[in-house]
């Protein structure tokens, strides 16, 4: 799933959430987990009121993610693996690069791309021009983020050095996510 997470980013990855069904055929018992997003504690209605749009686009409608706590949740309870070898094919896949797919180029949206800075510089190639199918995306940041969940847990994005990375970014944009909600994830 981290894999998907880079190829597919327009529609799964670190800043998302799952819903995952877990079977154990020995124990003859099936788990389920819920590490879907939540809204942030000050996410109020009067923050939307006067243009209810910001609950979908922009800085306010970023919601704590889940993902990397399912991810981490399951691998401590079900993981057989070492966590830095789960993620360690992912980090490679990052750092060559990947083709990008017409689907993906097809869902992101000039508009979406141009109110983001990080985006920008994924998508576009040095003339300004908006990257095709078939284009090589190499999303080093991510790469970066993903070596420091492997060396330091899935925690790390909810209590360790990437939470204070990720609040400050978050804030930067307008945003409304705090440490104390990525603390509070459960």
């Known amino acids: 799933m981290f894999c998907n997470g880079i190829v597919t980013m327009q529609s799964m990855g ?38 209810p749009k910001k609950t979908k686009n922009g800085p306010l409608a970023i919601a704590v993610p889940g993902e990397l706590k399912g991810y981490w949740t399951a691998h401590q309870r079900f993981g057989r693996l070492p966590w830095k070898d789960l993620i360690q094919p992912t980090i490679e896949l990052c750092e060559k690069g990947y083709n990008m797919s017409k689907h993906q180029a097809d869902s992101l949206t000039k508009n979406n791309l141009n109110n983001d800075p990080l985006l920008m510089e994924w998508f576009k190639d040095k003339d300004g021009k908006f990257k095709t199918e078939g284009s090589k995306i190499v999303p080093t940041k991510l790469c970066n983020t993903l070596k420091l969940i492997a060396e330091n847990g899935g925690d790390d994005l909810y209590n360790g050095t990437l939470s204070k990375m990720l609040v400050q970014d978050i804030k930067d944009m307008g945003g409304i996510i705090t440490e104390e909600d990525l603390l509070n994830y459960q």
């Open 14 to 51: 670190l800043g998302g959430g799952f819903l995952m069904t877990i079977y154990i055929k020995a124990e003859g018992k099936a788990y389920s987990l819920n590490a879907r997003e939540k809204a942030p504690m000050n996410a109020k209605d009067e923050l939307y009121k006067d243009d």
